[in-house]
């Protein structure tokens, strides 16, 4: 079992930066991919980027590609999710997820297993 606790979130102006984080608690902490989806009022989720269990593979949707980076902290059990230029489009409730990285599969919500409670992200023009 896994627990995640996103923190981090908040209001930013257009073009500001944001970084949120994502404690993981219980074991095995190395055997997860840990990836960051998102979600807009009236929107599916979607997602952001992954980090795989080795951390130098990340994956990352075209929409936020040079402007967002998800990294981790092992020692820490943790993940971060960097976000700078923001838009207003990148307003919505963020989701840190967990999945035991064996299997390929990492974009779609339903490949996930474990969820953190999401923290609001705000971009105002």
């Known amino acids: 079992q896994v627990q995640l606790v996103e923190s981090g979130g908040g209001l930013v102006q257009a073009g500001g930066s944001l970084r949120l984080s994502c404690a993981a608690s219980?074991?095995?902490?190395?055997?997860?991919?840990m990836g960051w989806f998102r979600q807009a009022p009236g929107k599916e989720r979607e997602f952001v980027a992954t980090?795989?269990?080795?951390?130098?593979?990340?994956l990352y949707a075209d929409s936020v590609k040079g402007r967002f980076t998800i990294s981790r902290d092992s020692a820490k059990n943790t993940v971060y999710l960097q976000m700078n230029s923001l838009k207003p489009e990148d307003t919505a409730v963020y989701y840190c997820?967990?999945?035991?990285?064996?299997?390929?599969?990492?974009?779609?919500?339903?490949?996930?297993?474990?969820w953190g409670q999401g923290t609001q992200d705000t971009v105002s023009s």
């Open positions: 997820a967990a999945k035991r990285d064996y299997t390929n599969g990492y974009y779609r919500p339903e490949e996930y297993e474990y």
């Open positions: 219980g074991r095995s902490f190395g055997t997860y991919a």
């Open positions: 980090a795989r269990r080795s951390s130098s593979i990340t």
